[in-house]
């Protein structure tokens, strides 16, 4: 009996201590997976959780989404142009059993897979279409990769190119070719323009030659705005101009008579 008085400290000591490694708490996003004497038997969360001593074990899986860097890698792209390209991936735990069974690391298992995936489609696009359809290579990214974290009870949500890297060459070229577009888009909309107005003038000229009251109005409407500017330009009338060019052909042909 003595003995078991000397020994009731340590029996409340060790039975605190298990009871403290038995009562486990997960918050709303965790789960446990549980294993009894090494086998999985099922998966546990959230809030209090009461295993049993020494024969059970648990493992924490979280369920909220992962923001995973895919680091800048260098890539040739279909029209042998070399690149480096980074990019993010969004991708949460879907069945916790299958995270923690089929695979070691499965933070590492995606990340690895990601950037060899970016790297594979990347390089099935040409550099003019991967910066031109970016949101499709994204999606496609991430349908290959979400195959492979499937059996790992991972899904992928997204995949986002967030960095594309030239060489200074190739942003050289591209310059050029974006200022002479621009040149061309510049030289064919002036072009335009001096097409209409040639249309309107010749609309104009129908108009006066039609109505030849209207030319000497438009005279005298120039002679107006000239004055203005108190300048000592001489006009010369396109009616003086005709008066003029027949006294001439007149004195011409009397000459011709004589």
Same mark, same amino acid.
């Given at each position: 009996m003595d003995i078991l008085v000397q020994l009731f400290p340590a029996i409340v000591i060790i039975v605190i201590i298990l009871l403290a490694k038995s009562l486990k708490v997960l918050k709303e996003y965790e789960r446990g997976v549980i294993f009894f004497l090494g086998k999985a038997t099922?998966?546990?969360?959230?809030?209090?959780?009461?295993?049993?001593?020494?024969?059970?074990?648990?493992?924490?899986?979280?369920?909220?989404?992962?923001?995973?860097?895919?680091?800048?890698?260098?890539?040739?792209?279909?029209?042998?142009?070399?690149?480096?390209?980074?990019?993010?991936?969004?991708?949460? &735990?879907? *069945?916790?059993? #299958? $995270? %923690?069974?089929? &695979?070691? *690391?499965?933070? #590492? $298992? %995606?990340?690895q897979i990601s950037q060899t995936t970016v790297r594979n489609v990347v390089g099935q696009f040409s550099l003019d279409q991967l910066l031109s359809q970016t949101v499709d290579i994204n999606a496609q990214i991430k349908n290959v990769i979400d195959q492979h974290t499937e059996p790992w009870g991972a899904q992928v949500t997204a995949v986002e190119i967030k960095d594309i890297a030239l060489p200074e060459n190739m942003q050289r070229a591209m310059a050029k070719e974006a200022e002479a577009e621009r040149e061309k888009r510049a030289k064919i909309i002036a072009a335009d323009g001096e097409f209409q107005a040639s249309i309107k003038l010749g609309e104009a000229a129908d108009i006066i030659a039609s109505h030849p009251v209207a030319l000497q109005l438009r005279t005298l409407q120039t002679m107006a705005e000239i004055s203005v500017e108190k300048n000592s330009t001489i006009i010369f009338p396109a009616q003086m101009m005709g008066t003029v060019s027949e006294a001439f052909k007149m004195i011409s042909g009397d000459d011709v008579k004589k």
């Open positions: 099922g998966v546990r969360g959230p809030g209090l959780i009461i295993l049993i001593p020494i024969l059970e074990k648990m493992t924490r899986i979280v369920l909220r989404t992962v923001t995973m860097d895919i680091p800048s890698q260098k890539i040739i792209t279909k029209d042998n142009v070399s690149i480096d390209i980074a990019a993010v991936a969004y991708y949460h &735990i879907i *069945d916790p059993m #299958k $995270a %923690v069974v089929a &695979i070691e *690391d499965v933070y #590492k $298992a %995606v990340n």
